[in-house]
T-cell receptor, first 115, second 113 residues
């Protein structure tokens, strides 16, 4: 089966610019996650969707970050305006459900550098 | 709140050496525990998991046992290979927590021939 697809792989922008990332989960997976991985740290959940509804966005900086999952399939994550501290790898993951032991399948991530 | 603590890296070993990467957790209830591996330039891959106390997860020669009494989930491998060089993340998912993963900071493993 095809894995989680993300694009672009790399993005370099200047601070205060905007940027968007795209994710296509594994076919049939109802749950989609966006994580932020800062260099030297473990991934941190930004937002979780169950189909096209938000389950958890408690750690999403809503003044600058937004995400949507129209039609319950692919998703976009946007940052506007970007700050230097947003430099990180943004990982998308999907799972077949929300049970506590459902494995999450990760994409290769988008590496964002803010100048 | 829930948290995961891993031993700091990097861990540097010679091929065929024994590997232990320590992981302890803090969580309410009975979380599920995971080890993920991240190879350079790639996303995370699930290595193994355990969903209840005393369960042992195993995969590709790696093992970890869910120890509730010590709140630990240490990763072990009897004989490492150069191809095992990667960053290893311990993580937990709290029951009833919508499958949200909470990760440790990761431990980099470098295996030399």
């Amino acid at each position: 089966e095809a894995g989680v697809a993300q694009s672009p792989r790399y993005k370099i922008i200047e601070k205060r610019q905007s940027v968007a990332f795209w994710c296509n989960p594994i076919s049939g997976h109802a749950t989609l996650y966006w994580y932020q991985q800062i260099l030297g740290q473990g991934p941190k959940l930004l937002i979780q969707f169950q189909n096209n509804g938000v389950v958890d966005d408690s750690q999403l900086p809503k003044d600058r970050f937004s995400a949507e999952r129209l039609k319950g399939v692919d998703s976009t994550l946007k940052i506007q305006p970007a700050k230097l501290e947003d430099s990180a790898v943004y990982l998308c993951a999907s799972s077949d459900g929300t049970g506590g032991n459902q494995p999450q399948h990760f994409g290769d991530g988008t590496r964002l550098s803010i100048l | 709140g829930d948290s995961v603590t891993q031993m700091e890296g990097p861990v540097t070993l010679s091929e065929e050496a024994f590997l232990t990467i320590n992981c302890t957790y803090t969580a309410t209830g009975y979380p599920s525990l995971f080890w993920y591996v991240q190879y350079p330039g790639e996303g995370l891959q699930l290595l193994l998991k355990a969903t209840k106390a005393d369960d042992k997860g195993s995969n590709k020669g790696f093992e970890a046992t869910y120890r509730k009494e010590t709140t630990s989930f240490h990763l072990e491998k009897g004989s490492v290979q150069v191809s095992d060089s990667a960053v290893y993340f311990c993580a937990l998912s709290r029951s009833g927590g919508y499958n949200k993963l909470i990760f440790g900071a990761g431990t980099r493993l470098a295996v030399h021939p």
